[in-house]
C-alpha cells in the first residue's frame, strides 16, 4: 500500500478499499486550476456475473473524471479514477469495478450531492450553489428533485398561519376582495 494513498485516503475522507490513489497533481479544468487525485478502482469479481464462469481476464480501464468535494470553491477538486475493466472467456461479457463514492452512471461523488443537499437549506440561489460545488445550475436542480421528499410538504394539512388577500374567479373577469378593510384589527377581530 502506498503511503500517498493512504494520506489522500484520510484527507479525502474516502474509506472504500477498492479505490487506490497513486498520483495527484494541478491541472487546468473548465478553464480554472483545480486539484486533480488519481486512483485506479480495482474489480473484485471472482466470477462472471452474466454466466458464473470463473476465467476473468484483465480488459483495461475505464477513465471517469468524478466532482468532489472541496474545503475551497476556488480550487475544484477531481477525482479520476481508473476503473479496471474485466472480460469473460466464456460468454465475452464484460465488467467493471464499481465503488461507493460514485452511483452507477454517474460523475458526481456522493459526498458533493449531500453538501448540495446541505446547501439547498440555506435562503441561497440554485446559481450560487452551484457555483460554490463547482456544478451546473442544472445539477442542483436534479438534486433538489431526487431529494423531494426531504423537503416534501404535508398537504393533508392546512399551515398554521393561511393569508388571502385576492381571489380570482374563473367566471369573473374582475379581482374580488375577499377582506374588505385591511386594517389589522378588521381582519383578526371579524
Do not use: W
Not at 28 to 57: D, H, W
Amino acid at each position: 500500500m502506498n503511503p500517498n494513498n493512504n494520506t489522500i485516503k484520510f484527507a479525502l475522507s474516502i474509506e472504500d478499499t477498492n479505490v487506490n490513489f497513486y498520483n495527484f497533481k494541478k491541472s487546468t479544468m473548465r478553464g480554472i486550476t483545480s486539484k486533480v487525485f488519481e486512483a485506479n478502482v480495482l474489480a473484485n469479481y471472482s466470477k462472471c456475473p452474466q454466466c458464473g464462469f470463473e476465467k476473468l481476464v484483465h480488459n483495461g480501464h475505464f477513465v471517469s473524471l468524478v466532482t468532489y468535494i472541496s474545503a475551497n470553491a476556488s480550487i475544484p477538486v477531481y477525482l479520476e479514477l481508473h476503473k479496471e475493466r474485466l472480460l469473460c472467456r466464456n460468454c465475452h461479457s464484460t465488467v467493471m469495478a464499481q465503488t461507493d463514492l460514485v452511483d452507477k452512471f454517474c460523475n458526481i461523488a456522493k459526498q458533493t450531492k449531500q453538501k448540495l443537499v446541505m446547501y439547498l437549506q440555506d435562503d441561497r440561489t440554485q446559481e450560487c450553489i452551484a457555483r460554490d460545488i463547482n456544478v451546473s445550475p442544472n445539477t442542483v436542480t436534479r438534486v433538489l428533485d431526487e431529494s423531494d421528499d426531504i423537503f416534501r410538504r404535508n398537504y393533508d394539512f392546512l399551515p398554521v398561519h393561511l393569508s388571502m388577500d385576492e381571489f380570482r374567479g374563473i367566471c369573473q373577469r374582475r379581482c374580488e376582495n375577499i377582506v374588505f378593510c385591511r386594517l389589522k384589527n378588521a381582519v383578526f377581530y371579524r
